[in-house]
Every structure is written in structure tokens, then in C-alpha cells.
């Protein structure tokens, strides 16, 4: 994906993105978050090169504290595994049997083990007559490797559009999207089982916030669906959106990426750029009302500590928190002031 939509909107978010990124070290504590205690699942930085664009995250199922992520645009078939523990890549795979991927989105392992990868970006916002899904299983050894990947065609009832991410639900199977539009989008759900060779058609069952990425929990029961600025977590049951509630997401100037760690313990906030960081926020499972927050940054003292001072003084998550409403209103000001114009 590029940065932000085109347009005053695009300008008017990455000029806010600029400004929340020359306050957030003030207050919320400096430097990058590295994983230095050899603990896996803790704040880390993608330290490979080739990656520049981490666009989608998925915890490995069967491989401890290791991450799969890919970049966006301009890209091969390429899909790395990185080691939370030192943000080294462990493993290469690249993908034999499909096209040339256009604007790979997102990233999710069902549960049969297989990785799905979303080939789903539409930067002009409906130019793609058609997207497509990859999939492949996730390899035992962690090397580099070629793989043969099974590529889906993925067309929406509604007609084209621009989306971010894709979620497999880990007991279903079934594979959902979320569109991407600044004022909103939609969740949309696949058939029960994908065909190779054929359409498939994906159709919108829910209304969704603008959304850069999502993730089910390693249970099914809850959704997670972040934005350039937030995150919020839904209850998921019979296939639908429930009850949702804040998510403490870290301010990361590029926000891309979400996912949940494999024991549900914790989310990984995830961004564009190389070196980029990915922050854990942890789930503290309180069965709060809507509308409250839930977690807390890990508090590694990296971009993702929104605590400061002292520990429970909330004095820097306040800072932060000042900084991001009066930004948030800027940018709002600024987007009813364009199109009063236009």
C-alpha cells in the first residue's frame, strides 16, 4: 500500500502522521524496541534489509515466537519468517505456481496449518477487476525454500475495491476481508471453502472502521481490526461482528499490521519502513464493557510504551494521548474543510 490515500485526505493524514511523530518520543519514551532478553513474542525490530514494507503479520503455529510477514508492492513472491528474539529473517519461501503479485495486503494461517497470503491492495480503489488469495502449507523446517502455492480468484458481490486485510478464522476455515475506505469499510466473507480455477465471490456481512489489518484470536471468538490511529476488538460468534472495545494500540508512524500472538496472551502491532518495529500490547482478558479499552504496551521502553514516568503514572500515555485528540481533530478540520472546497 502506499502511505496514506491520495488526495487532501492523503495529505492531510500524512501531515498528521509527521507531527504525531516528532511528539510521540516526547512522551512516550525514545528509541526502538528490541527484543534483548531472549524471550520470544516480546517488542523487536525487523532487522532484514529486503524488508522495507512489512505489510501483514501472522504468528507461526509451529514455531515458537516466529512471525511471518512479506513486503507490499513491488515485490516478488516472497514471504520471510522472522525470529521475535533477535528480528533476524530465519527463512525465505518463495512462491512457485502464481502470478505476479500485485499488492500483497495481508497474511493469516488457517487452521490446517496453511498460510494464506492477500494479494488484495487496490491503490486506485477499484481498478482490479479481480484479487487473489495464495496459499501454501507453513514449511516444518524454517529455510529457504521454494514452495508450491495454490492461487485463488477473489471477486466481491458489491463490486471492486481497496483492502488491507485478510483473516482466516482458525476453526472455520473461512477467510474474511476487510475493505479499507476513510469513511469505512466493510467485512466480507468468503465461501465456506475456496476453489482453485473458479471465482470467489466474497460478500459484506458487516460495517467496519477504516482498517490497514486484522486478525481473529487463536480461538475464534474475537476479531482485532486496526487503523493508521487505532485498533478495536470485536467479539466474533456465528460469523458476525459483537460487542467491540479499544484496543491500546502503539502510535506507529506507518501503521500497518496486527496479529495475535499463538497463545492469544498478547497482540503485535506491526509497521512499514525498514528497521520497522513490531510492538506487543498485552490482552488482559477482562470481560470490560464496550467501549473501554483493553491491554497495555508491553512496556519495553521502545515507540510502544505509551506509559512514561514512572511506572502507573500514566503521565506519558496522557501526553500521547492529548497529542493524538488534538491531532485527530486537525485532521478532521482539515478533511471537512477540503470538501466544503471541493
Do not use: C
Not at 522495507?52 to 509451529?62: H, I, M, P, V
Amino acid at each position: 500500500m502506499r502511505l496514506y490515500p491520495t488526495g487532501p485526505a492523503g495529505r492531510a493524514a500524512a501531515a498528521l502522521a509527521t507531527s504525531l511523530a516528532v511528539l510521540v518520543p516526547l512522551s512516550a519514551g525514545a528509541g526502538p524496541a528490541v527484543a534483548d532478553d531472549g524471550r520470544p513474542d516480546r517488542d523487536f525490530t525487523i532487522e532484514d534489509p529486503r524488508i522495507t514494507e512489512s505489510s501483514g503479520l501472522a504468528a507461526s503455529r509451529a514455531h515458537a515466537g516466529v512471525y511471518w510477514t512479506h513486503n507490499d508492492s513491488d515485490d516478488g513472491p516472497y514471504v520471510f519468517a522472522v525470529d521475535s528474539r533477535t528480528g533476524k529473517t530465519l527463512a525465505t519461501i518463495t512462491l512457485r505456481g502464481v502470478g505476479e503479485p500485485r499488492d500483497v495486503e495481508g497474511i493469516s494461517i488457517g487452521p490446517d496449518g496453511d498460510l494464506y497470503v492477500g494479494d488484495i491492495g487496490d491503490n486506485l480503489d477499484g481498478s482490479w477487476s479481480h484479487v487473489w488469495i495464495y496459499r501454501f502449507p507453513e514449511p516444518k523446517e524454517l529455510r529457504d525454500a521454494t514452495v508450491d502455492a495454490v492461487q485463488y480468484d477473489v471477486k466481491y458481490a458489491d463490486g471492486a475495491r481497496n483492502a488491507e486485510a485478510l483473516m482466516v478464522h482458525p476453526k472455520t476455515g473461512r477467510v474474511y476481508i476487510a475493505s479499507k475506505n476513510e469513511d469505512g469499510g466493510g467485512l466480507y466473507e468468503g465461501p465456506a471453502k475456496l476453489t482453485a480455477g473458479a471465482v470467489n465471490t466474497f460478500r459484506r456481512v458487516d460495517e467496519v472502521p477504516w482498517v490497514t489489518d486484522g486478525a481473529f484470536s487463536p480461538d475464534g471468538t474475537r476479531l482485532v481490526l486496526r487503523s493508521y490511529f487505532s485498533a478495536r476488538e470485536y467479539a466474533f460468534e456465528n460469523g458476525r461482528l459483537g460487542e467491540d472495545r479499544s484496543v491500546a494500540a502503539p502510535f506507529q508512524r506507518q501503521a500497518e499490521s496486527v496479529t495475535y500472538t499463538a497463545d492469544g496472551s498478547a497482540l503485535m502491532f506491526g509497521s512499514e519502513g525498514a528497521g520497522s518495529e513490531v510492538v506487543r500490547v498485552e490482552a488482559d482478558g477482562g470481560g470490560r464493557g464496550g467501549g473501554q479499552e483493553r491491554g497495555k504496551p508491553s512496556g519495553s521502553g521502545g515507540a510502544g510504551d505509551q506509559g512514561g514516568g514512572e511506572e502507573g503514572d500514566g503521565k506519558g500515555g496522557a501526553g500521547l494521548g492529548a497529542a493524538i485528540v488534538v491531532g485527530a481533530g486537525v485532521l478532521w478540520f482539515a478533511l471537512r474543510r477540503k470538501r466544503g472546497q471541493g
